[in-house]
């Protein structure tokens, strides 16, 4: 950046830059406390005149202080401190009625102070320390128009002239900045400066069009404003050219996570449109997250009823997240840079490499070609079978198709979401439905390295096979023999009382086959016994194989384990299988990775325990299934409260990307041991 020089007569703007994104946020949010004070009126109509004196200071306050805080950077602060502060006191009549709505205020406001007096700039951790002062200040805008629209939707204010008019201030804002940004970069940054006005171009004619629709008016300006921010992001070449998000794909670990959030994101706030209900009304920002990471992390765990209040657009959503969730983001960029004839650099290969289980990175796009494949024909298979099913049943065929390409993608992606009330209880005395649905879990489950060497290891061949697919094979078989014998003995006079005997024989194999990640049910789960629960919470602990769109600690961990246990009271400290030595490495993170789920259970129960009321029993099945990424319920989730969804939110996000960002962390640090300490045994058991 360049420095102007004491004798220059007047400072260039780049001087100030660093402060440049705060001042965009500034002038945004400058009428928020108007919004707020309009808000809280309607509360405490008696104090609306000094409510409205108070909200128009507030407002006058953060407008000064944007002005000032590039250049007076200590009286900037203090002023949006102050103008922040009295937004607050306004917001408390709205706030003292919403303990939740209290907490997000009182931890947004932490943050944006901690923002607001820290000295890195805003977005200095996408391409340098300080970034040019319009960039910046455009960049600050938008981030603060996005983040002010998912609030006003959250908190569903009136849509009066008047709060249109302020909320529609800090888009104006954004876009006024934007196009400055554009007309002063149209040499230097030519494409992105016409992506800018090409976004705002488009975003304005849609606005024009839909100005009476006032829901589909800003959320389309949101979507262009979001547009503009990956624009704005300006990349920083770096080894390998990829720009700012150059440090998540050489960290798998964090690439995982990071696009696991920003799905999760995205589908919260598509489903909070309301264009994403039948009433047409917002579910609001906690049930839309709730049901967005339950879709992403393939849980199944619901709040709201998915065929009686999503419409069609919201249910299309609620899958294309189950679809994208379930197969994984890296799968599918690494198919669509391998369908554009790019190539990773080593670092991003290396990262691919360790989330789609593949040793040989020659054969990366191959293997996630595969993968696509894979998933792509077994679930038009499963839809085509499923609709053919639910149309001889007297179902018209556009919704047979629809319902039958939901419950396939669903069951594949071992999701549990589906498009009946009351999940396949209707079909339980419909076989074929139940082993389609049976067969797709299983598949999905089993993971696409354990599918593609079955044929090897059911006739064998010259080509070897892993002993990892071996024993993914063998232990899905004995958990769900198993999980059948033991579901048909405890419930032959309980919940499958009533059925026909074959139907018990159908239903009891269905059940073993859901119930360790799947998430669909065929009976009434509040009528099983209290051995069966506790037989269900061990093999939702366990889950599916790993590579897998299953969920819990995976089947090899469990299965290297016991095997260590057997060896161990044989008195062998090594463990062979399949005609392979088990790396003391492996042994290790299996150990590591169920110690961890342990630990995470117990506490994810002391907060559901403390925060809900509910039975021992139904909040231990709740954390559970949420940690497995099951999506059974026993009645729990229905009585949460928003304490309890939040908590319940982590666990299924936890449950999903824990596991796996626990192990590539491990993989990725070979620390070598210390040396020049003696070795001691230490007594343990």
């Given at each position: ?64 202080a ?5 250049r007076h ?14 937004a ?15 907490l ?33 200040q455009?960049?600050?805008?938008a981030?603060?128009?996005?983040a002010?629209?998912?609030?006003w939707?959250?908190?569903?204010i ?12 800090s888009?104006a ?43 589909w ?29 150059e440090?998540?794909l050489?960290?798998p ?23 994403s209900?039948?009433?047409?009304e ?34 299309l ?51 996630a ?10 679930e ?18 556009g919704?047979?198709?629809w319902?039958?390409?939901f ?16 999940s ?31 044929p ?38 309980g ?11 159908h ?35 366990v ?10 600690i ?6 290297i ?41 117990v ?23 949420a ?6 319920s026993?009645?729990?989730t ?14 299924m ?28 045994h230490?007594?343990?058991?």
């Open positions: 950046m360049k420095e102007s020089s004491p004798s220059d007569p007047k400072p260039t703007r780049a001087r100030y830059a660093e402060h440049a994104g705060k001042s965009g946020v500034l002038w945004a949010s400058a009428t928020a406390p108007l919004v707020i004070a309009t808000t809280s009126v309607d509360r405490l109509p008696e104090a609306a005149r000094w409510m409205w004196l108070a909200g128009a200071l507030a407002s006058l306050l953060l407008l000064a944007a002005r000032s805080i590039d950077t200590l009286w900037g602060r203090r002023l949006a401190t102050a103008g922040g502060g009295l607050a006191v306004l917001a408390g009549p709205s706030l003292i009625t919403s303990p939740f709505a209290t997000v205020v009182l931890v947004a406001g932490t943050l944006a102070l901690r923002a607001l007096w820290r000295e890195e700039s805003i977005g200095a951790g996408f391409g340098g320390a300080t970034r040019p002062f319009y960039e910046s455009a960049l600050g805008a981030i603060a128009t996005v002010l629209w998912l609030v939707v959250w908190v569903q009136e849509t009066s002239t008047l709060t249109t008019a302020f909320v529609a201030w888009f804002v954004t876009t006024a900045l934007a196009v400055e940004w554009a007309i002063r970069n149209r040499q230097q940054h030519r494409r992105r400066a016409l992506a800018v006005v090409l976004v705002i171009a488009v975003a304005a004619a849609i606005a024009a069009g839909l100005w009476h629709h006032w829901w008016l800003t959320s389309s300006l949101a979507m262009a404003t979001t547009a503009l921010i990956v624009i704005l992001l300006r990349p920083v070449a770096g080894a390998d050219g990829w720009g700012w998000w440090s998540m050489g960290r670990e964090r690439l995982f996570i990071g696009t696991f959030v920003g799905l999760c994101t995205v589908g919260t706030v598509l489903l909070m449109l309301p264009q209900t039948v009433a047409g917002s579910i609001g920002l906690l049930d839309a997250a709730f049901t967005s990471t339950s879709a992403v992390c393939v849980t199944g765990l619901i709040v709201l009823d998915t065929p009686t209040v999503f419409s069609g657009f919201g249910q959503v609620v899958l294309l997240l189950i679809q994208v969730g379930g197969l994984g983001i890296m799968t599918f960029s690494t198919a669509a840079l391998w369908a554009l004839g790019h190539r990773l650099s080593l670092r991003h290969e290396g990262a691919v490499a360790s989330l789609i289980s593949t040793e040989d990175r020659g054969r990366l796009f191959i293997s070609r595969q993968i696509l494949l894979l998933t792509l024909g077994v038009a298979i499963g839809a085509l079978w499923l609709t053919g099913l639910f149309a001889a049943s007297g179902e018209a065929l919704s047979a198709l319902r039958g390409v419950t396939s993608i669903s069951a594949f992606c071992n999701a549990g979401f589906a498009l009946q009330s009351d396949l209880v209707p079909f339980q005395q419909s076989p074929m439905v139940l082993h389609g649905v049976a067969v797709l879990i299983v598949a999905g489950g089993l993971s696409p390295l354990v599918v593609l060497a079955l090897d290891i059911v006739r064998p061949s010259a080509k070897p096979v892993s002993a990892q697919a071996r024993l993914a094979l063998a232990a899905t078989v004995v958990l769900l023999v198993v999980g059948f014998f033991f579901f048909l003995a405890f419930e032959w006079h919940s499958l009382q009533g059925l026909p005997f074959a139907d018990r024989i239903n009891a194999w269905f059940q073993s086959v859901t119930l360790r990640t799947a998430g669909f049910n065929s009976i009434d789960l509040t009528a099983v016994g209290p051995a069966t629960i506790t037989m269900m919470l061990l093999w939702m602990f889950g599916g194989n790993p590579g897998g769109t299953a969920g819990g995976k089947t090899t961990t469990v299965s384990l016991l095997l260590s246990v057997v060896e161990a009271m044989r008195g062998r400290w090594t463990l062979d299988v399949f005609g392979k030595r088990i790396s003391e490495r492996s042994r290790h993170k299996a150990a590591v990775i169920v110690a961890v789920a342990a630990f995470i259970g506490v994810a129960l002391l907060v559901i325990q403390l925060t809900q009321q509910m039975p021992t029993q139904t909040a231990v099945f709740e954390v559970v299934s940690l497995g990424t099951v999506g059974l026993i009645g729990g229905a009585e949460l409260d928003s304490i309890g969804k939040i908590a319940i939110i982590l666990c996000f936890v449950g999903r990307v824990g596991g796996l960002t626990l192990l590539m962390f491990l993989s990725s640090r070979d620390v070598p041991p210390a040396l020049g300490h003696p070795e001691e230490v007594a343990v058991g």
